[in-house]
């Protein structure tokens, strides 16, 4: 046997058993799908050669979104350049960005009739932008395409990549930007290494001064061990950073080589969280065990129109 194979068989025959899974609670548990419009909506993607993020990264509500024909479209292919603890995506060397890739976001967009679509993508740090630029090419895509669907993008952090890139967006002028803290500070060495919890707040920040009209979004997973304060704080940095809308939802372990399920948060916390995140001001929250950052999202976008609306309607009073 080869030194670095034996040395690899070595380690695994010595590596700790894996910690046994949590059993998931009554209210975590989720219907498998099997209705027609999950069906279609899986043919669709297939057909147009698109990944989403609902099945790379195991996402409990497959069944309800996609069965009313809710998908969230992962561009820039289905393999990540970071290794998170949570995350289900595969890590490598991705392929080639897929030209046509634009076009078929807003063919599925039309044929799916989506009146919202939300639109993510895989870290690719080994592009110079980071992957910017094939956002602004998905967002005109679906302006020309779909005129009245309204976009919502979920990016990555861009992280050692010009801040041109994240401007490059923005100027494209989504409807909502999203970009995920994930967790609070503390545990992001372990849980998000390959990231930087200020560099995210910093780049929501932006976001925010380059346009504020656009709406910003941001989404933690609680079970992680996070401190209920930790949580708290998050929410203030987040206020600081003019982020209107804040996701909570459960973490779940997409199988037993990701981080621990430390807890399973109940819904009655979830309520708590969510009741001082108003407090805190934000625009909208949306915190339930299942809650994901494009769960409801149409939904939620029109919550926060209205929310504005109202808001500035009693500053003109
Ligand atoms: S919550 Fe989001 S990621 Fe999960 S299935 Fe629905 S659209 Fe997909």
Redesign the pocket.
Known sequence: MASSARNRYLAAMNAPAPAPRQRKPDWIRVKAPTSHGYAETRRLMRSLNLA???EE?A?P??GE??TKK???VMILGDTCTRACAFCNVKTGMPRAVDLQEPEHVATAAAELGLEHI?VTSVDRDDLSDGGASQFVKVIEALRRTTPNTTIEILTPDFRNKSEAAVTSIVEAGPDVYNHNLETVPRLYPTIRPGARYYASLRLLESVKRQAPHIFTKSGVMVGLGEQRLEVHQVMDDMRSAGIDFLTMGQYLQPTPRHATVEEFVTPQAFDAYAAIARAKGFLLVAASPLT?S??HAGDDFRKMQTARAAQLEQARR
């Open positions: 989403t993020v609902c990264a996402c509500n497959i979104c996609w809710h998908a969230t939300v994901r494009s769960y």
